[in-house]
């Protein structure tokens, strides 16, 4: 098996994390519609999705972007 590039372990790191942001705020915004904060799923639809990727983009910038060992890390 191959080795991968620096780059190439950088950019995938880059988009696992930024998944993750946005995995997370799906799952924030799922409980917020449980809590009666967000309307429900029939209500909603498909917004939830492109609110959680809004909302994953800053989670990634602050936290995973700047993070020890993440994708900029020097």
């Not at 988009?15 to 799923?41: D, H, K, R, T």
Request: glycine share 10%; proline share 5%.
């Amino acid at each position: 098996m191959s080795e991968m590039s620096v780059d190439t372990r950088a950019h995938l790191l880059g988009f696992w994390l930024f998944i993750s942001a946005f995995g997370i705020m799906f799952a924030v915004l799922s409980w917020l519609q449980e809590a009666n904060i967000l309307p429900p799923a029939d209500q909603f639809g498909a917004w939830k999705g492109a609110l959680a990727v809004l909302c994953g983009i800053p989670l990634y910038w602050v936290v995973a972007r700047n993070m020890t060992g993440g994708p900029t890390d020097e």
